[in-house]
């Protein structure tokens, strides 16, 4: 690792730069801020060394672009596109999205707001069962969405009027933007031609390392095994040892490879009996920062200690039923099932590979009624410091809550209720510190949380 021969006075500045590309895949002169292209143009040799010995990943730095290629292991739906204001898209959002990047592609140096909604209009027209009608809001709010990721990433940069104006009334608003043909050509590349996949399935790494380390026959080569365990340790919340094979269990449990990701990033290990979890102290690292403030991360907070309480009980332990299915295989099925027959091409390519559900121990269940006396509980309790939007809506708290839980793999939403997983015992025992302004007070009354 180059990271080893770096001074130790520089080795802060080289972990910073790995965990911002890392983890946001695309830098540009403004995204995510205007010192990370900078940073990551100064370490890019020793970068792309260390990312392609450590993970397989390839990274291709410019002048004005800095692309991580990642390989993709496994599907995630607890990842999806979201808009400024957490809005998660919807297919509709994504179908704009591509839309426009690939008339962005076919475009000149800048294009209007409305031009470019006329050129989604018209793809749009070749596909079943979409459309772009600017005359209806709800459609105008949905592309202005894509729109504004694209320009959140630098794609193209507002050069006169507002999105808004045009979002509200197109007869009286407009925009102009210029575009950045370097970042829309860094945004999409996929390794290879979608028409060519009859499943989504063919995207991941299993495909593109070749179906013959996957057969019964062929031995695993330990290079790709190493790099398939320390992807999954940078890639989720938390990696379980029951859900690795048993070659990459056994390498998680030794301390040379997770050393090898700390030192590479600067974050912590947190290991237990269950797995391992990389603790990033700075924030800069995770998109989702837990504990946090606001209300739905706090909720989520208090939901975790009370979960953990709950299943930890020794005089009242819950049930243990058996794990579901990966989450992947469903969405694959869902993907799969989105694949207009139009678009595809034959060929002799590469095929699908099967993504295999994970073979886990049995959990402790937990029911949804008990959950939701446990969030009206909290509401009692702490409701008063909550954000009036949560304080009218209590069964949005509770999905809210319950949802973030589940994106950092801290439980599993199955029917009747929530698995609770092991890295949930950490949060066990929170400790709640109510902050209390004086009555004049015009702000709502913040609490702070703390856990072990």
Excluded: C
């Excluded at 895949?25 to 900078?38: G, K």
């Excluded at 998660?88 to 031009?115: C, K, N, P, V, W």
């Excluded at 209720?417 to 709502?444: C, D, F, K, M």
Aim: proline letters at 6%.
């Amino acid at each position: 690792m180059t990271s080893d021969r770096i001074p130790a006075l520089a080795l802060d500045n080289y972990q910073r730069a790995a965990r911002v590309i890392l983890s946001n895949h695309l830098v540009t002169q403004t995204y995510p801020d205007r010192i990370a292209l900078p940073l990551l143009r100064r370490w890019a040799t020793e970068l792309r060394e260390d990312l392609l010995d450590l993970f397989g990943y390839r990274l291709e730095v410019t002048e004005t672009t800095a692309r991580l290629f990642p390989i993709i292991d496994r599907l995630d739906p607890t990842q999806p596109a979201r808009t400024a204001t957490e809005r998660i898209f919807d297919r509709r959002r994504y179908a704009y999205l591509t839309l426009a990047l690939a008339a962005l592609g076919r475009a000149g140096d800048q294009i209007t707001l409305s031009e470019l909604a006329d050129h989604v209009a018209a793809e749009t027209a070749q596909v079943d069962g979409l459309d772009l009608a600017t005359e209806r809001a709800t459609d105008r709010d949905a592309f202005v969405d894509a729109v504004g990721w694209l320009a959140t990433r630098g794609a193209i940069t507002l050069a006169d009027g507002d999105a808004g104006g045009w979002a509200s009334d197109p007869s009286a608003g407009e925009a102009l933007y210029d575009i950045d043909r370097t970042v829309v050509l860094a945004l999409f590349r996929p390794p290879r031609a979608l028409q060519q996949l009859h499943s989504i399935s063919g995207l991941l790494s299993g495909a593109s390392i070749g179906l013959d380390e996957l057969s019964d026959d062929s031995t695993p080569d330990p290079l790709e095994t190493a790099r398939r365990t320390r992807r999954a340790l940078v890639e989720r919340p938390v990696v379980y040892f029951a859900e690795l094979a048993a070659a990459e269990a056994g390498l998680l449990v030794s301390n040379r490879l997770v050393a090898e990701v700390e030192g590479l990033t600067g974050l912590s290990a947190e290991r237990r009996a269950e797995g391992v979890a990389l603790i990033d102290t700075s924030g800069r690292f995770s998109d989702i920062r837990f504990p946090s403030t606001g209300t739905l991360a706090q909720v989520g907070l208090l939901l975790a200690g009370e979960l953990a309480d709950r299943v930890l009980d020794p005089d009242h332990p819950p049930r243990l039923i058996g794990t579901p299915p990966d989450p992947s295989v469903a969405l694959a099925h869902q993907l799969d099932t989105a694949i207009p027959d139009s678009a595809l091409i034959e060929t002799a390519g590469v095929h699908a590979v099967p993504i295999e559900p994970d073979a886990g121990a049995d959990l402790p269940f937990v029911e949804d009624s008990w959950v939701a006396a446990t969030i009206e509980g909290l509401i009692e309790r702490y409701g008063k410091t909550f954000a009036a939007q949560w304080q009218a809506d209590h069964v949005g708290l509770l999905a809210g809550a319950v949802a973030l839980l589940a994106r950092l793999r801290l439980v599993v939403v199955v029917e009747g209720g929530l698995l609770a997983l092991p890295a949930l015992a950490r949060y066990r025992g929170v400790v709640v510190n109510v902050r209390t302004h004086p009555e004049q007070s015009l702000y709502t009354t913040p609490i702070e949380s703390e856990h072990p």
